[in-house]
C-alpha cells in the first residue's frame, strides 16, 4: 500500500532530516529511501506505517 502523498512531503529523516522517497513498488519489502548524499539509509514500511528508527533501517549497499 503506498504512502499518502501528503504524508510522505512532511516525513525526514531521523539522522540526517533530507526527504525520504518512496520505494514501495516492491511491496514484499517496501521501505522509505533516505534523499542525503552521505546517508541514503533506507527505512522499513510494515504494514503501511514507516518506521523511522535508526536502528531498524538498512545501510545503503
Known amino acids: 500500500m503506498p504512502l499518502e502523498a501528503g504524508l510522505l512531503e512532511i516525513l ?5 532530516h533530507s526527504p525520504l522517497k518512496d520505494k514501495s513498488a516492491d511491496e514484499t519489502a517496501p ?6 548524499r552521505d546517508c541514503g539509509l533506507a527505512y522499513p514500511v510494515r504494514d503501511g506505517i514507516p518506521v523511522l528508527l535508526v536502528d531498524e533501517a538498512r545501510r545503503p549497499a
Open 12 to 16: 525526514a529523516c531521523p539522522a540526517c
Open 31 to 36: 521501505e522509505l529511501i533516505c534523499t542525503g
